[in-house]
């Protein structure tokens, strides 16, 4: 059964940096997209972007421009994401989840639905 | 504040029919593009409920359906069960973002 395997917990201090990573145990990688979402307490979800593998081509959410990283290897079949600059507001769950795309003449990318979510990855910031 | 808006609460009781609707604009389900829901039980992460407006992944009961009209979609739940207490959010793509959007989710409490 193909699962998303995230690294466990994490305790940063404001202004460090944090690499939550996201392993696809089965199925096949380079056919996907592979997105974060985070979760903070009592809140919804927010996309911070993603990264298509076969392309090795990352896409991020305007809020997150500048201070997120989204890499993916291949051949271990894991995705990364880091974060910089943290601050009290980035505590919160970090899913992984992957996704179709779609692929346009014009060379566009689109993420479709999230249909396979990691368990999640709990960042806290805390001094 | 999330692009796509959702009433933050819902509740009925067990066997009636709730509704979850979302509400986007002229950027993303006013633009045609498809809204996909997910389902997240307590202390867990987000499943995928209903994809492409009105389309259910195997294993999830026909008692859950959407639709979509316009700028808006609609979650609609029957024969409503005590163990579908959960959020629900809506999501969608959003062309002037460039990237996914969700709705900020409805509490459904059943009675």
């Known amino acids: 059964q193909v699962q998303l395997v995230q690294s466990g917990a994490e305790v940063k201090r404001p202004e460090s940096s944090v690499k939550v990573s996201c392993r696809a145990s089965?199925?096949?990688?380079?056919?996907?997209?592979f997105s974060w979402v985070r979760q903070a307490p009592g809140q919804g979800l927010e996309w911070m972007g993603g990264?298509?593998?076969?392309?090795?081509?990352?896409h991020y959410a305007q809020n997150f421009q500048g201070r997120v990283t989204i890499t993916a290897d291949k051949f271990t079949r894991t995705a990364f994401m880091e974060l910089r600059s943290l601050r009290s507001d980035d505590t919160a769950v970090y899913y992984c989840?992957?996704?179709?795309?779609?692929?346009?003449?014009?060379?566009?990318?689109?993420?479709?639905?999230?249909?396979?979510w990691g368990r999640g990855t709990l960042v806290t910031v805390s001094s | 504040q999330s692009v796509l808006t959702q009433p933050p609460s819902v509740s009925g009781a067990p066997g009636q029919r709730v509704t979850i609707s979302c509400t986007g604009s002229?950027?993303?389900?006013?633009?045609?593009?498809?809204v996909h829901w997910y389902q997240q039980l307590p202390g867990t992460a987000p499943k995928l409920l209903i994809f492409?407006?009105?389309n259910r992944p195997s294993g999830v009961p026909d008692r859950f359906s959407g639709s979509k009209s316009g700028s808006s979609a609609s979650l609609a739940i029957t024969g409503l069960q005590a163990e579908d207490e959960a959020d629900f959010y809506c999501?969608?793509?959003?062309?002037?973002?460039?990237?996914?959007?969700f709705g900020g989710g409805a509490k459904l409490t059943v009675l």
């Open positions: 989840a992957r996704s179709d795309y779609d692929h346009y003449a014009s060379g566009s990318l689109r993420y479709r639905y999230f249909d396979l």
């Open positions: 089965g199925g096949t990688f380079d056919k996907f997209a």
């Open positions: 990264i298509i593998p076969i392309f090795d081509l990352a």
């Open positions: 002229s950027s993303n389900i006013g633009a045609g593009y498809d």
């Open positions: 492409g407006n009105n």
């Open positions: 999501q969608s793509y959003d062309n002037s973002l460039s990237g996914p959007v």
